[in-house]
């Protein structure tokens, strides 16, 4: 089992910057890749980024350029940097490890509005 705790999110206005946070505990040795996801209202779940245990990362289009993953695998726990932020990045923010299975970390609300 793993369990995963997301931190990080808020209110934030366009053009701004936020840093998610993904605390990774269990059976964290059997983790290979984590990402970040989001869901805005009406909206199916998309991925975000993603980063495997040896670094390599992929980025949704939308986000190419403003969002940087991280992996920090001492401390056990993935992060998401957010700049410039947009109206359209408002959405719920999963945290996902992947090992055998899928986990998914409960969610923290990144709000961007002015």
């Known amino acids: 089992q793993v369990q995963l705790v997301e931190s990080g999110g808020g209110l934030v206005q366009p053009g701004g910057s936020l840093r998610l946070s993904c605390a990774a505990s269990?059976?964290?040795?059997?983790?290979?890749?984590m990402a970040w996801f989001r869901q805005a209202p009406g909206k199916q779940r998309e991925l975000v980024a993603g980063?495997?245990?040896?670094?390599?990362?992929n980025y949704a289009d939308s986000v190419k350029g403003r969002f940087t993953i991280s992996r920090d695998n001492s401390k056990n726990a993935v992060y998401l940097q957010m700049n410039s932020l947009q109206l359209e990045d408002t959405a719920v923010y999963y945290c996902?490890?992947?090992?055998?299975?899928?986990?998914w970390g409960k969610g923290t609300l990144v709000t961007v509005s002015s």
């Open positions: 269990g059976a964290i040795f059997s983790i290979n890749v």
């Open positions: 980063i495997t245990t040896g670094g390599s990362t």
């Open positions: 996902k490890a992947t090992t055998w299975r899928d986990y």
